[in-house]
């Protein structure tokens, strides 16, 4: 059975740095494109962060440019999400994502799903 399950997440001061970890398992994640979202208090859940199947291409939300960055280790199947400049707005649980379809598709939707990890950035 397909599971993602996050870690990493935790309470930050404004302006740390944080590393989220997908572990994947039950599939052939390494063919498959990766990627970040997160969903804040009463907002919706928003796109963050994704990579392509070979590592080859990646893609980021406006808010995270330039702070964020989004790896593969596929030896390990684990995709990671090292966050920087952390900003109170950057609260949120945030879920990793995975789906055959390639980064173009994830940016928007995915197949598999984990279940979040908190992200607290205090002022």
């Known amino acids: 059975q397909a599971q993602l399950v996050e870690s990493g997440g935790g309470l930050v001061q404004a302006g740390g740095s944080l590393r989220l970890s997908c572990a994947a398992s039950?599939?052939?994640?390494?063919?498959?494109?990766m990627g970040w979202f997160r969903r804040a208090p009463g907002k919706e859940r928003e796109f963050v962060a994704a990579i392509s199947w070979v590592g080859s291409s990646t893609a980021y939300a406006d808010s995270v440019k330039g702070r964020f960055t989004i790896s593969r280790d596929d030896a390990k199947n684990t995709v990671y999400l090292q966050m920087g400049s952390l900003k109170p707005e950057d609260t949120a649980v945030y879920y990793c994502?995975?789906?055959?379809?390639?980064?173009?598709?994830?940016?928007?939707?995915?197949?598999?799903w984990g279940q979040g990890t908190q992200v607290t950035v205090s002022s």
């Open positions: 039950g599939r052939a994640f390494s063919t498959y494109a």
């Open positions: 994502a995975a789906d055959p379809r390639g980064v173009g598709v994830i940016t928007k939707s995915a197949v598999y």
